[in-house]
């Protein structure tokens, strides 16, 4: 990927540089510590090469008030690195530092585009009372309560109401599947669920009030319900008691904020392997402060007062992403709904008319506003607009022109990439750093990011597994209900001990610029939501007709993705219009509507390893050019001949694109 003379889409001007926060931050440094050299990369050097001393400096340029801090880290090798193992600091002391700020702290945009603001005043007096509730349904700290709710503000408070208990919050959008959800909050034993009514997206009302019954039945830890009544359905039929959201925040006492150690548990999210139930992974309060502190001051480069807003759900990462605008005083604004309707310039009014300064999406909705041609800069104004990020999967270098020939000309644009995983990014961009066409401009501080080759060697110009070579603080301090780490050890440092390895391709340039090549395993990103192959397979398998199947992503840089399934049938069964909209109806309302697939094919054979394994790394690698069929090893296989069909399949698929 080397491209030594390519020119620079955007380079920041010098009053741009000056006013970044990250030139500020070097500038509060010099007279504290030694740097290589005075910009980004002398920094980004020496926050890895003296982690400890990065981190307790942006403890202290941004005062979070960790209490009882001595050593940053224990010296424990990853996993087992314990961050600020004597302190205590809980995630809404770091909120509500800003919480006398004058100005909306939310601003909500539903389905039919009306607005809702909501002071910092009201976030937290709401907060206050929905944790004084909780806590009077006998909620405690390291109890987990579950969501089931839409990107709305009640979402951020319910959160917020959380983990002033020093309880565990974990959620789920809607539009999930009951078999989905229940899949990961079933593993989590949660004492209480919050849950909506129903939703509304493209126009249209979605009831939930059976899916909430249904939960219910399936999580019988449970024993209190909030319902937040988007839709105003008849009162839910359930086993425990029910109150309304109106209710349990209808007191005005300011509840304690409870007092937690640093590695406390704050969130638990999901993201799914190839074989059993989605990981439930794990982050702490102070793990998650920090990074998401420094993300948003020194990567986004956004400052108090200012409006930040990444379209998200809230099955994504991004949702907690955008929500940790609050910790540094910034306005969050959050967009629930279809980003189509009633047509793709949606989002673009949404950011004209709130005055956003930071636009953040996934990189197939602004590929889609660029297939459709739109031209939002001449169409709107957007005077505030002067920075953009992209994520989910990789931003095409048409994705890049296109932002600065039709969005605006004079943009920070930050493409990111990291993952549900540690809740961040590792690689994004810099605000003084220039914008080079398809390129990640830089590892994000602190994060010590490599390509590596099969024998952990270092690449440079060359496709690499993306790995994380010292530890991260938001890094998860464990997964749910993995008692001896042997999950967590075996998803992250399996190939590389003492090394995460993330699961992306990854090339590195010798400035520092970077490429995402898709996904190394097998777990499905479509949109930015992931998906265990393992939730789609048990429900194409529940099918009478489907003996066996194999499902891959073929996400690529510069081309869509496509998502076929392959299907074994009993003998003598056809693949009917009948059992495909069963497959795709089952999915879409079990699992998830973003994992339907594009296509389903009929196989002889799924190719298996002898230990039984589908073998859907090898096969989504074929399908990608990046395998050849020689390099299959096929005396690990029972059914070597299976590979063949799949073969031909790649062949044919290269002849139609005309590659």
Same mark, same amino acid.
């Given at each position: 990927?080397? /491209?030594?003379?390519?020119?620079? #889409?955007?380079?920041?001007? =010098? +009053?741009? &540089? *000056?006013?970044?926060? $990250?030139? !500020? ?117 390291? /109890?987990?309560?579950?969501?089931? #709710?839409?990107?709305?503000? =009640? +979402?951020? &408070? *319910?959160?917020?109401? $959380?983990? !002033? ?495």
């Amino acid at each position: 990927m080397s /491209d030594a003379g390519a020119m620079p #889409l955007w380079v920041p001007n =010098e +009053a741009r &540089i *000056a006013n970044a926060e $990250v030139t !500020r931050f070097i500038e509060w440094l010099s007279g504290r510590q030694s740097l290589a050299s005075a910009d980004y990369q002398g920094l980004l050097h020496w926050s890895i090469e003296t982690p400890d001393a990065f981190w307790e400096a942006l403890v202290e340029r941004y005062q979070i008030p960790i209490m009882n801090r001595s050593a940053v880290t224990d010296g424990a090798a990853m996993p087992a690195t314990r961050w600020y193992p004597d302190a205590s600091l809980n995630y809404m002391d770091q909120v509500y530092q800003n919480a006398e700020r004058s100005g909306p702290a939310i601003i909500a945009i539903d389905d039919a585009g009306h607005k809702t603001e909501v002071t910092w005043q009201q976030m937290r007096e709401q907060a206050a009372a929905l944790a004084e509730t909780l806590r009077a349904q006998g909620v405690r700290p390291g /109890d987990r309560v579950v969501a089931y #709710l839409p990107n709305i503000s =009640e +979402a951020i &408070i *319910a959160f917020h109401a $959380v983990a !002033r208990i020093g309880a565990v919050w974990s959620i789920c959008a809607p539009d999930l599947g009951v078999t989905g959800v229940l899949d990961r909050f079933a593993q989590i034993e949660p004492k209480c669920l919050i849950a909506c009514d129903g939703y509304r997206y493209g126009g249209r009302d979605f009831a939930r009030d059976e899916a909430l019954t249904a939960l219910l039945d399936g999580l019988p830890t449970v024993e209190h319900c909030v319902v937040v009544p988007i839709l105003e359905r008849p009162e839910i039929s359930a086993r425990i008691p029910v109150t309304t959201w109106d209710a349990a925040t209808s007191c005005r006492v300011d509840s304690p904020i409870e007092n937690v150690a640093f590695s406390h548990p704050l969130w638990i999210v999901y993201s799914s392997g190839t074989t059993g139930k989605p990981k439930a992974i794990v982050h702490s309060h102070g793990g998650v402060v920090l990074e998401h502190v420094k993300q948003v001051r020194l990567q986004l480069d956004l400052k108090p007062g200012e409006r930040f807003a990444w379209f998200s759900s809230t099955a994504w990462m991004m949702w907690n992403f955008n929500i940790a605008g609050l910790l540094a005083g910034v306005t969050v604004c959050i967009i629930d709904g279809h980003p189509g309707k009633p047509d793709l310039s949606r989002l673009w009014q949404i950011v004209d008319a709130l005055g956003i300064h930071f636009f953040g999406a996934g990189a197939a909705y602004f590929d889609a506003c660029r297939q459709a041609g739109l031209q939002p800069g001449q169409t709107f104004a957007l005077e505030t607009l002067s920075a953009m990020g992209s994520t989910g999967s990789p931003l095409s270098p048409d994705g890049f022109r296109w932002i600065y020939d039709s969005v605006k000309t004079d943009i920070y644009l930050s493409s990111i990439s990291g993952g549900t995983d540690f809740a961040s990014a590792c690689v994004g961009g810099a605000p003084t750093l220039p914008v080079y066409s398809g390129e990640i401009a830089c590892r994000t501080l602190g994060c010590a990011v490599d390509a590596y080759d099969g024998d952990a060697n270092a690449l440079i110009d060359e496709v690499g597994e993306l790995v994380i070579t010292k530890p991260m603080p938001s890094m998860p301090i464990m997964f749910w209900g993995d008692t001896e780490n042997r999950r967590y050890k075996d998803s992250y440092f399996s190939m590389y001990p003492g090394v995460w390895q993330h699961g992306d391709w990854i090339a590195f340039n010798e400035r520092g610029g970077a490429v995402i090549y898709g996904r190394s395993d097998a777990t499905i990103n479509r949109q930015g939501i992931r998906m265990g192959t393992a939730d789609i397979y048990q429900v194409v398998e529940a099918e009478p007709e489907v003996v066996d199947s194999l499902i891959v992503d073929l996400e690529y840089l510069g081309k869509h993705s496509y998502l076929p399934l392959f299907v074994v049938l009993q003998t003598g069964v056809s693949l009917s219009d009948d059992l495909i909209a069963r497959i795709k109806v089952g999915i879409r309302d079990q699992l998830s509507p973003r994992h339907v697939p594009d296509d389903i094919f009929v196989v002889d054979d799924v190719p298996r390893t002898f230990s039984g394994k589908k073998m859907e790394i090898p096969v989504r690698r074929i399908l990608l050019g990046q395998t050849a069929v020689a390099d299959i090893n096929r005396d690990t296989m029972s059914n070597p001949e299976s590979i063949d069909w799949f073969v031909r399949f790649a062949a044919q698929r290269r002849d139609n694109d005309g590659t």
